[in-house]
Each structure stands twice: as structure tokens, then as C-alpha cells.
């Protein structure tokens, strides 16, 4: 694990102390309903907007608005300085053919559109007990450079069920266990996003509402380092 200057993190994110729960949100639409949902706490000063939400079992958990593609790297590797639980929360599309849209999918595992290496989560109990239910899809991940180049790649991706531009970087670069939950905007085969009608977002909204209520319940459950 590379050494890093402590001055790097706290000009990141501030001068408070980053707790074990942490969730990574490159989407501005996403990080604000997370806002929204602990009540609209004050934000932390750094280079990355970020605030400290309480859960209803009062476990702490630190939101960062990142940003897209393999810019996350950079927050990652600040996290490895330290013992962390690391969620990403943010939109894919929809490679099963079983999902619709708003659809919550949790990625098992990730490789990128231009190799055969599949990289998994660094191992936690929880990754064993995570809830499946008609909202909720666990299934394979494939990560991308842009959008608007995925469609040769989609073609020869028949065993994964999401595509999106984050998931790879983090389980590629985490030495702390972490969890990629998503929820699908768009159905690449069926309905890209380029087609989808207004009609179509009441369901994705639904979708992110649902899954807000599932990162504060893992978190909950995840609880603290020592527990």
C-alpha cells in the first residue's frame, strides 16, 4: 500500500476524521437525494464535496460527490490509507435480459471493455448476505472508457448484467472491502438511454429511492470496524 502525505487527504475532503462507512457518488442527482434523505447536512470544505450522515442505528457514514469514469481512483486510494467500508452508488445499464428500468443491481465482480482480468471485492461477510428480491439483481460487471463506445463492447459481453464506468476502478484499486450498487437507467439492448420517454424516469427515480433505503440498511448493518 503506498504511504501518503495526511495533508493530501484532509485537502480532499477537510480536517474531520473519515469514518468506516464511506459511499461514493459521481452523479450530482444522486448525491443530492442522499443529502436530502440525512436531512441536508452542512457540507465539508476540500476539493471533493462531501458530507457526514447519520444512520437511524447512528452509524456514521461519509458521502464524497466523485466524479466519472476513472477519476475515482484518486478517492479510492486515499481510502486505502485507512479501514474502510466502500459503497459506490451510482447509474448503469442494463445488460439481463430479467432487468427493467430502476432495476437496483449490485456488481459480484468487474472487468474492463478491453481485458479478460476480472477483478472481485476484497472480501467482507456482508458480500455473502447481501438481500435478493425482485428489486435487487446480483450479476457480473463491465466496465467502460465512454458510453457512447459500448455498443461493440456490449456485443460480446453475454455474461454480465450491468455496464458503467466506475465499478472496475474500484474493485481493481481497493484494498478495503467495498460494493458497487447501481441502479439501471437505461436498457442498452432494449431502450438506450438516447430513447428513453419521460414516462420512463418515474420508474428510475423509484429505483434510486429504493436503493438510498438499502445503502442505510447494509450501512446499519455493516455498522463499525470493531463490530
Known amino acids: 500500500m503506498m504511504v501518503m502525505d495526511k495533508k493530501i487527504v ?3 475532503y477537510g480536517t474531520q476524521e473519515i469514518p468506516y462507512l464511506v459511499c461514493m457518488v459521481p452523479i450530482i442527482h444522486l448525491y443530492e437525494k442522499l443529502a436530502s434523505r440525512f436531512g441536508s447536512p452542512e457540507e465539508r470544505k476540500g476539493w471533493y464535496r462531501n458530507f ?3 444512520t437511524p442505528q447512528g452509524r456514521e457514514m461519509m458521502i464524497v460527490k466523485t466524479n466519472l469514469g476513472n477519476t475515482v481512483v484518486d478517492p479510492i486510494l486515499t481510502m486505502n490509507q485507512g479501514d474502510h467500508f466502500l459503497f459506490h452508488f451510482g447509474y448503469c445499464g442494463g445488460l439481463h435480459s430479467e432487468m427493467r428500468l430502476g432495476c437496483v443491481t ?17 472480501s467482507h461477510p456482508i458480500l455473502s448476505q447481501l438481500p435478493i428480491s425482485e428489486h435487487v439483481f446480483l450479476g457480473r460487471n463491465v466496465t467502460v472508457e465512454s ?9 460480446r459481453s453475454h455474461d454480465v448484467a450491468s455496464v458503467d464506468q466506475e465499478t472496475g476502478y474500484l474493485y481493481r484499486e481497493s484494498s478495503n472491502p467495498a460494493l458497487s450498487l447501481m441502479v439501471v437507467s437505461d436498457l442498452p439492448f432494449w431502450k ?3 430513447q428513453l420517454k419521460k414516462s420512463d424516469f418515474s420508474n428510475v ?18 455498522g463499525t470496524k470493531n463490530d
Open 106 to 122: 449490485i456488481a459480484t465482480d468487474s472487468r474492463f471493455e478491453d481485458g479478460e482480468v476480472i477483478y472481485t471485492p476484497k
Open 192 to 194: 438506450p438511454f438516447y
Open 147 to 155: 458510453i457512447l463506445r459500448e455498443d461493440d463492447v456490449l456485443r
Open 52 to 54: 457526514y450522515g447519520l
Open 205 to 222: 427515480e423509484k429505483g434510486v429511492e429504493y436503493a438510498i433505503s438499502l445503502i442505510i440498511k447494509l450501512a446499519d448493518i455493516l
Open 10 to 12: 484532509k485537502t480532499f
